[in-house]
């Protein structure tokens, strides 16, 4: 058809501080591969980078057999950007990382154009392409994973705030403890991740406890009848809801999605926080907004980084 955009490849990475995962994927949302692997951060900066342009020249030989041009890439990092500067800032998850040029050493060492954000925002932005947040006009969820990131989507475009700091919810503070690296008291990434609620299975569980493998490990075990599982998954429930109730007050979303790895707790988690959510604010706030877990299981910051490449990166200030 004359004048439509030819088929063109993006690679979308979801640099994390435990894995580096990576699609590969045409201008139709098809995946043509699929990369993940630990992302070993505490070997530095430079060693990450490298490993990123790796995988881009692999995205791209890849690509070329399918007959497509690898055209951009997207980068989703645990931090805030500094979008001006194409800069990861600094980040709780990434000791010693700070003001890391991204964005010029990937394309510097790839040739290929870069756009970079959060990798919570990445994730929701995914899930309003791809996933449960359906094109919704306003998406707000958390990744739940090595720590809690936010995200709002507004219109399709990623909310940044004035600095880059927009979405940071996961340092809404729920309780008076424990120290948060952020320099705060009791912020919800440090109650309520996917981190916390296995060491919480863990100390509760005591001797009796099982050897899992993460939280689809733990979900499991929970709907097996496992109380110490069931009670460690109850309490980030709570935590969450509490802080899932704030944001439904402020942003009035259509949609919040849960990611990331506490996202495979299912109805276990859903289940409390939606009840909460109904019988603590206003009844038609509690009743059309829906809470959901996210569709694309841990891919979802790769989709919405691809997205960010395909669409030049039509974020809000």
């Not at 194409?86 to 394309?107: I, M, Q, T, Y």
């Not at 841990?298 to 919405?304: E, R």
Request: glycine share 14%; with cysteine.
């Amino acid at each position: 058809m004359a004048g439509m955009e030819p088929k063109r490849a993006v690679l979308g990475v979801d640099f994390g501080a435990s894995n580096l995962k990576a699609l590969l994927v045409d201008s139709d949302a098809r995946v043509y591969e699929r990369f993940i692997e630990p992302s070993e951060p505490e070997l530095g900066p430079e060693h990450v980078l490298k490993r990123i342009v790796a995988l881009v020249n692999r995205a791209r030989r890849i690509a070329s057999t399918a007959g497509l041009p690898l055209t951009d890439v997207g980068i989703g990092v645990c931090a805030p950007v500094n979008h001006s500067k194409g800069e990861l800032v600094e980040s709780a998850l990434l000791p010693g990382w700070r003001d890391v040029p991204v964005k010029a050493a990937v394309e510097r060492e790839t040739g290929l154009r870069v756009c970079l954000d959060n990798d919570a925002n990445a994730a929701i932005l995914g899930e309003w392409w791809q996933g449960a947040g359906e094109r919704c006009a306003i998406v707000a969820g958390l990744t739940l994973g090595t720590g809690i990131g936010g995200g709002l989507i507004i219109n399709g475009r990623v909310y940044r705030g004035g600095w880059g700091f927009g979405g940071e919810f996961g340092h809404i503070s729920v309780a008076s403890e424990p120290d948060c690296r952020c320099g705060g008291k009791g912020c919800l990434g440090r109650l309520a991740s996917a981190t916390d609620t296995l060491r919480r299975y863990y100390k509760l569980a005591g001797e009796d406890a099982v050897q899992v493998e993460g939280m689809r490990g733990l979900a499991r075990i929970a709907g097996m009848g496992d109380k110490a599982a069931q009670q460690s998954i109850a309490v980030a429930a709570d935590y969450l809801a509490k802080a899932i109730l704030i944001l439904v007050n402020v942003l009035n979303p259509d949609v919040f999605v849960l990611a990331g790895g506490m996202s495979l707790a299912g109805d276990m988690l859903l289940n409390p926080i939606s009840d909460y959510i109904r019988s603590s604010t206003f009844k038609t706030l509690g009743e059309n907004t829906r809470i959901c877990a996210a569709r694309l299981d841990l891919y979802s910051g790769c989709y919405g980084s691809a997205w960010l490449a395909l669409s030049g990166d039509r974020s809000l200030p």
